[in-house]
């Protein structure tokens, strides 16, 4: 079987899969992935087009012509990632290992800079194991989609990766999970105190709240098949001073606390991967998620607001078949359920691309992707607004392994 050998700028790898210092191994990975896509329409997006979400709603100019009615292609290699896996000695009766791993996304729109993916430590007692740093979400999970495009079926499938303290204990086929997690990278929408009609994604709200989110979960598997459920509340403060009736600046006490439902199952054998998950929503917006709150009353003296979160239920199911050749389907549905409580007032609907409306509409959303894994994407997309759109993608990816 023939081997790779990569050099990556001033890093040296020791020869060998493992490579040892004491009672540490480390095993050294990475890929060269190479991204090219063309979209017939705009779309909500980030990573300037890589990190696709849906495609924008029609805007009509004077003439009648769709604004959003124009293509868009590019090419980058910001996936390209380096990556570090140790397995350490024991603490205690604990086995002890840790993960690095960055690519050079960068953050906001400042791309090609190297940027954290992975880095935590993992203490193992055998039936219980305890996580401390950032990893996926607990929302992503074990179960994910199989598909090229770099959302992974986000807006329907939660995606983020998140500082985070995970216990998980686990007797014979059922596995329960705790974590309490922080935002970094992915956050939260909220009100913008320098435009208080308009929103911004911080980790402030999470900050100021003192509260981390807490998720809850528990999973069977037997052979390939797994099934599960959890639980996440999220608690912040949208804002922490407000311009009251009178035209002067008080502090204010203001929270939403939320929670989310999601249940997903998976079976893997050799040739087949099923899967599907369905999320049940409420301002999951730090999770690439659709969604917000919306102002539920508003005190006339001190201006101090009570809200309401935005619930969004979306749901996805992935096919997929082969070895090396991976032909497969996936399909994502999701439903705007609106706010839980009725709204007097002025809505900030907070979406991942923060727009805002006066009211919560009820929309509908269905993604097909026609995927080949290992080579091309030709994703067909049609939304309950009546948008269709056609993406096409071509990845490339170069796997690292070193010498043994």
Not at 49 to 75: A, H, I
Not at 304 to 329: H, M
Request: with cysteine.
């Amino acid at each position: 079987m023939k081997k790779y050998i990569l050099i990556f700028l001033c890093l040296m790898m020791v020869s060998g899969s493992f490579a040892q210092i004491k009672d540490f191994k480390f095993k050294f990975y990475g890929q060269i992935r190479t991204d090219l896509y063309y979209n017939s329409r705009a779309n909500e997006e980030t990573v300037d087009g890589l990190f696709y979400m849906y495609p924008k709603d029609k805007v009509r100019d004077e003439d009648g012509n769709d604004l959003n009615g124009t293509p868009s292609s590019n090419f980058y290699t910001l996936y390209s990632r380096l990556g570090v896996d140790v397995a350490g000695p024991k603490l205690g009766t604990a086995k002890t290992s840790a993960k690095i791993e960055a690519d050079f996304r960068g953050t906001g729109t400042s791309y090609s800079v190297v940027r954290l993916r992975h880095a935590y430590l993992n203490l193992d007692w055998g039936k219980s194991a305890l996580l401390l740093g950032q990893t996926w979400h607990p929302l992503f999970g074990d179960v994910s989609p199989q598909i090229l495009n770099l959302s992974v079926g986000a807006p329907f499938q939660p995606f983020s990766r998140a500082p985070q303290i995970r216990y998980r204990y686990t007797n014979k086929n059922f596995q329960l999970t705790g974590a309490a997690v922080w935002q970094s990278q992915y956050t939260s929408q909220g009100i913008n105190p320098d435009e208080p009609t308009k929103s911004k994604k911080s980790h402030e709200y999470l900050k100021n709240g003192c509260i981390p989110e807490i998720y809850v979960g528990a999973d069977y598997k037997n052979g390939g098949f797994l099934i599960g459920a959890g639980i996440e509340m999220l608690s912040m403060k949208p804002r922490k001073e407000a311009i009251g009736g009178n035209g002067k600046r008080f502090k204010v006490d203001e929270r939403i606390t939320t929670l989310s439902y999601e249940a997903h199952m998976k079976y893997t054998n050799k040739d087949w991967f099923i899967a599907a998950k369905s999320v049940l929503g409420s301002n999951l917006t730090q999770a690439s998620g659709l969604g917000g709150f919306g102002i539920e009353s508003i005190d006339e003296r001190t201006g101090e607001q009570k809200y309401t979160p935005i619930r969004v239920s979306s749901s996805w199911f992935n096919l997929v078949y082969g070895k090396k050749w991976k032909p497969g389907i996936f399909v994502g549905y999701a439903k705007n359920l609106g706010t839980s409580d009725e709204l007097p007032h002025v809505v900030v609907r907070l979406t991942v691309s923060g727009v805002q409306h006066r009211k919560v509409k009820q929309n509908n959303f269905v993604f097909v992707f026609l995927v080949l894994k290992q080579r091309n994407v030709l994703p067909s997309i049609v939304s309950g607004m009546s948008l269709s759109e056609m993406r096409l993608i071509t990845c490339v990816l170069f796997a690292v392994k070193i010498l043994e």
